[in-house]
């Protein structure tokens, strides 16, 4: 069964400095990874993904993310924070025998000025 | 939110009754999903529909119907059977996902449905 954990609920940084949202997952077959952010009473928009090739994927507002096989782990990073990126993230995964998404718990970002 | 519409935005429901929450996208993507958001639990698949006239249940379908009768739109209701309906409701469309890659999700703004 697929799955995907998000071990911190809030992620307190200072603006400038980098910030990093933790995910690692679990799939039976070869994974693929998704970022999404969610402001206040919207939807979610997307920010990358991981299908195969380059474990370093970059994605929209200068966010990247690096697929880690061995440590099962697609951690969500940005080399310095904005008060705008405050917001909940999710990450998502699926695989190559489903459909389907499924996604994290979600982490609460606070970027403080 | 891109070309994803869900209205209304805020809908009240008083206990018993059935009601319709609609989404419509214009991306001519085949595949339809609808997820249900409760705080700290993430968001979970209600129903998904890859082409016309056909959709699947997800993890929590129990208390909620839909159906596809046109690509572009894919309405949810949420009956009197489900025993806790409040929550936020997410629509989203991708395409078709073929062997060997994934696409992604298009989500729109979303439906905050309470029961009084």
């Known amino acids: 069964a697929q799955s995907v954990a998000q071990p911190e609920d809030q992620v307190n940084v200072a603006e400038g400095n980098p910030l990093t949202v933790k995910c690692t997952y679990s799939?039976?077959?070869?994974?693929?990874l998704f970022w999404y952010v969610q402001y206040p009473n919207r939807g979610l928009q997307f920010l990358l993904k991981?299908?195969?090739?380059?474990?370093l994927v970059k994605g929209s507002y200068g966010f990247e993310a690096e697929f880690n096989k061995s440590q099962t782990s697609f951690h969500l990073k940005k080399p310095s924070a904005l008060v705008s990126d405050s917001a909940l993230y999710f990450c998502?995964?699926?695989?190559?025998?489903?459909?389907?998404?499924?996604f994290g718990t979600g982490t609460r970002l606070q970027v403080f000025p | 939110d891109g070309g994803i519409t869900q209205s209304p935005k805020y809908l009240f429901r008083k206990e018993g009754q059935n009601v319709t929450l609609s989404c419509e996208q214009n991306?001519?993507?085949?595949?339809m999903y609808w997820y249900r958001q409760d705080p700290g639990q993430g968001l979970r698949l209600i129903y998904y529909?890859?082409?016309?006239?056909?959709?699947q249940k997800g993890d929590i379908a129990e208390g909620y119907s839909v159906s596809r009768e046109k690509k572009e739109s894919f309405p949810l209701t949420v009956t009197s059977a489900q025993k806790n309906p409040t929550a936020f409701y997410l629509c989203?469309?991708?395409?078709?996902?073929?062997?060997?890659?994934?696409?992604?999700?298009?989500f729109g703004p979303g439906t905050r449905l309470t029961v009084l």
């Open positions: 998502a995964v699926s695989a190559t025998n489903t459909d389907k998404l499924i």
């Open positions: 529909s890859q082409i016309v006239n056909d959709f």
């Open positions: 991306l001519n993507h085949d595949a």
């Open positions: 991981y299908i195969t090739g380059d474990n």
């Open positions: 989203a469309s991708s395409l078709l996902q073929t062997g060997g890659f994934y696409n992604e999700q298009f």
């Open positions: 799939v039976s077959g070869n994974p693929y």
